[in-house]
Structures are given as C-alpha cells and as structure tokens.
C-alpha cells in the first residue's frame, strides 16, 4: 500500500513539473498637461479655454494581469485581465476589468482562441495610427467608433502563415433576439481582420458591424457613429528610420428612416502621417486626420504634429499639438467626444490645443 502511495507522489510531481506556469502583473500610468481653446463659454454664445490635468492622452493609464499554464504538446491555458484608470484621481473606468477579462487556449500551430471581454476588432487600427489612438487621433473624427470595448466574445488568431494572419471577432447580444432587441445592453457584433507582414511593409483589412442592442439595427440616434458597419484599409511602409502609414474608412448604417438633416448616416474617414525615428531615443510624428459625413453633417480635419522622447526602455515623455477645423455645420472635437458633449466646439468653429506628458510602463 505505501509503494502505492509513493508512487502516486512521483506521478502527481512529474505531473506538476511538466505544468509551468506565470502570472505576469503589468501596466502602464500616463499623465500630463492639457491647454485646449474652441471651448463653449457658459453662455454658449462664444468659446473659450482651460488648462487641466490629464490622465490618458497619450496612452489609456492602466493596469492589468495575464498568466499562461503550459499544460503539454505545445498547448497552453491562457487569461487576460485589465483595466483603464484615471491617474490623476485614481478612479477606475467603469467595471473593473473594463478592457481585457479573458480565458482560452493556445497552440503555435493552430492558432489562439479566446472568450470573455475584449477591445474591439476595430482597435486594429492602432498599429496603423501616427500617434497610436492617443486622445487626439483616429478615433476623434469617429466620436470613438474605433475604440470600443466589447463583452460576451469570442475570438480567434490565427498563427502567421507566409506573412499572413487572420483574426475574428464574434460576440453575443445575450438576448432573445439575435441581433438585440433592448433586453440587454450590447447588440451583436462581429468583425474580421487580414493582414499581411513583410519587412518593407504591412497592410491590414478589417470588417466589423456594431449593432443597436435596441433594435438589432445597424442605426441609431446618433448615425453612423455608435452603430454601423465599417471597412477599413490599411498599410505601413518602413523605410529604415521613416515610417509611412495610411488608412481608409467606409462607415455605413442601414434600414435608417426619417434622420435629422446633420446626422450622418454614412462617414468616409481617412488619415495619413509619418514618423521619423531620429535617434534611438527621440521620435517625430506629423499626422493628418479627414472625415466627411453625407446628410449636411459636413466635414472636419485634424492637423497634428508631435513625438516622443525616451528616458529609458519604460519611460517617455511626449508632446503633441494639434488644431481640428470644421466645415460651417460640423463641430467635430480634437477629442473623441459623442454628438452631445458639451466640450465640442461651437458649428464651423475650430479647436487647438497642446498636451506635453510623462508615460511609464510596468
């Protein structure tokens, strides 16, 4: 009998050797000074400005854990947790793992499959953006369609076949109707992304939908902004030092009816810039931003010039300084503001503003 106890040991220990295991703590905690002017005054009637204190411009303050379990033949278990802050008086965003609270499996020859909550598919512009979806940037045109979180998913990557890989996006509405019918707090979406990597250059297709847990519609009061379709292209061109990227968006809804002249029910948006790497430590950005809505919601642009200084490999300070002009009916904001906010600027006003900051990663 104690033979057989003894050898069940030496199983169970080999068993757990076999198991590795880590859980890594990390983040990353951004802070800075904001001067903003095309603010509306009290009256409404004129706009004004305001220096403030700011958590997040240049990169969402965070923080979060993932481990990983080897658990043999290549395979392994794998979670993700993480969550958005305000550094500048320590609020949490929301839920407490607003942004990543993950579970699943991953093998190098299959591919990595995961479920729970999520950034959005339509984050995958952030390998493609000047200045990385900092506060000013991509998703400012779009009122923040590009950086949605998204709960109730599943999602698969693919391993990278001769410079390609694919990822998809699926997540339940959880309500009895398919698409959502205002049971619940998020409709269906769903999203698809391709890419291609060489050494000269990258290039990425994504296709997402966002659908109205209201209505299960790709609509909304808004427009295009919080539910729609979008189809995004791509592309990065390394040239040693110099990095070129480019992007263009196709925004669609549908089944639409009676819209208000101003609210867009389609939005074509597109972006171009550059960064020169001009040493190891210091980096230059310039970036242009362009959206146009249909339905008299009118045009926007935001011209942005900035870059980053390295203190160490964790450590940066960064800059930028950027101006969003409006046609005579837009008031899109140089942040990503919804329809309503009372710090977009005023119809066909502009609105500048400068952030210097301190990032660190953990």
Same mark, same amino acid.
């Given at each position: 009998?104690?033979?057989?106890?003894?050898?069940?040991?030496?199983?169970?220990?080999?068993?757990?050797?076999?198991?590795?295991?880590?859980?890594?703590?990390?983040?990353?905690?951004?802070?800075?000074?904001?001067?903003?002017?095309?603010?509306?005054?009290?009256?409404?009637?004129?706009?004004?400005?305001?220096?403030?204190?700011?958590?997040?411009?240049?990169?969402?303050?965070?923080?979060?854990?993932?481990?990983?379990?080897?658990?043999?033949?290549?395979?392994?278990?794998?979670?993700?947790?993480?969550?958005?802050?305000?550094?500048?008086?320590?609020?949490?965003?929301?839920?407490?793992?607003? /942004?990543?609270? =993950?579970? !699943?499996?991953? #093998?190098?020859?299959? %591919?990595? &499959?995961?479920?729970? +909550?999520?950034?959005?598919?339509?984050?995958?512009?952030?390998?493609?953006?000047?200045?990385?979806?900092?506060?000013?940037?991509?998703?400012?045109?779009?009122?923040?369609?590009?950086?949605?979180?998204?709960?109730?998913?599943?999602?698969?990557?693919?391993?990278?076949?001769?410079?390609?890989?694919?990822?998809?996006?699926?997540?339940?509405?959880?309500?009895?109707?398919?698409?959502?019918?205002?049971?619940?707090?998020?409709?269906?979406?769903?999203?698809?992304?391709?890419?291609?990597?060489?050494?000269?250059?990258?290039?990425?297709?994504?296709?997402?939908?966002? /659908?109205?847990? =209201?209505? !299960?519609?790709? #609509?909304?009061?808004? %427009?295009? &902004?919080?539910?729609? +379709?979008?189809?995004?292209?791509?592309?990065?061109?390394?040239?040693?030092?110099?990095?070129?990227?480019?992007?263009?968006?196709?925004?669609?809804?549908?089944?639409?009816?009676?819209?208000?002249?101003?609210?867009?029910?389609?939005?074509?948006?597109?972006?171009?810039?550059?960064?020169?790497?001009?040493?190891?430590?210091?980096?230059?950005?310039?970036?242009?931003?362009?959206?146009?809505?249909?339905?008299?919601?009118?045009?926007?642009?935001?011209?942005?010039?900035?870059?980053?200084?390295?203190?160490?490999?964790?450590?940066?300070?960064?800059?930028?300084?950027?101006?969003?002009?409006?046609?005579?009916?837009? #008031?899109?904001?140089?942040?990503?503001?919804?329809?309503?906010?009372?710090?977009?600027?005023?119809?066909?006003?502009?609105?500048?503003?400068?952030?210097?900051?301190?990032?660190?990663?953990?």
């Amino acid at each position: 009998m104690k033979k057989a106890l003894l050898a069940a040991a030496l199983m169970s220990a080999g068993v757990i050797a076999h198991a590795q295991s880590s859980v890594t703590l990390y983040g990353r905690v951004d802070a800075g000074i904001e001067y903003m002017t095309g603010i509306p005054n009290a009256t409404g009637a004129g706009s004004s400005s305001r220096f403030r204190a700011e958590s997040g411009d240049w990169g969402t303050s965070l923080w979060g854990l993932k481990g990983v379990e080897d658990i043999g033949g290549g395979n392994q278990v794998l979670f993700k947790l993480e969550n958005g802050f305000n550094l500048m008086n320590g609020s949490l965003q929301s839920t407490l793992f607003n /942004r990543w609270a =993950t579970v !699943g499996l991953a #093998n190098p020859t299959y %591919g990595t &499959f995961t479920m729970g +909550r999520m950034l959005y598919i339509s984050n995958g512009v952030w390998d493609f953006d000047p200045f990385g979806q900092s506060s000013w940037s991509s998703a400012s045109l779009v009122r923040g369609r590009n950086w949605p979180q998204s709960s109730n998913n599943v999602a698969y990557q693919s391993p990278k076949w001769g410079g390609f890989d694919i990822y998809g996006q699926y997540a339940l509405s959880n309500q009895t109707s398919w698409n959502g019918n205002g049971s619940g707090p998020q409709g269906r979406e769903a999203g698809l992304q391709l890419t291609y990597t060489s050494s000269l250059f990258q290039v990425r297709g994504i296709y997402d939908e966002i /659908r109205n847990p =209201t209505s !299960g519609m790709l #609509n909304g009061a808004d %427009g295009a &902004f919080s539910f729609s +379709r979008e189809y995004t292209a791509a592309a990065n061109v390394f040239l040693g030092p110099i990095k070129l990227q480019a992007a263009y968006q196709a925004i669609r809804t549908s089944g639409a009816t009676g819209v208000a002249t101003g609210t867009p029910t389609t939005l074509d948006h597109e972006w171009g810039g550059v960064t020169w790497q001009a040493t190891p430590a210091l980096a230059a950005i310039a970036a242009v931003y362009h959206v146009n809505g249909n339905n008299g919601a009118g045009n926007a642009t935001i011209y942005t010039v900035g870059g980053t200084y390295n203190l160490s490999k964790r450590t940066l300070l960064d800059i930028q300084i950027a101006t969003a002009r409006n046609s005579k009916n837009a #008031n899109f904001s140089l942040e990503a503001n919804g329809v309503g906010n009372a710090d977009n600027p005023l119809p066909g006003h502009s609105q500048s503003g400068v952030y210097a900051g301190i990032q660190h990663s953990f």
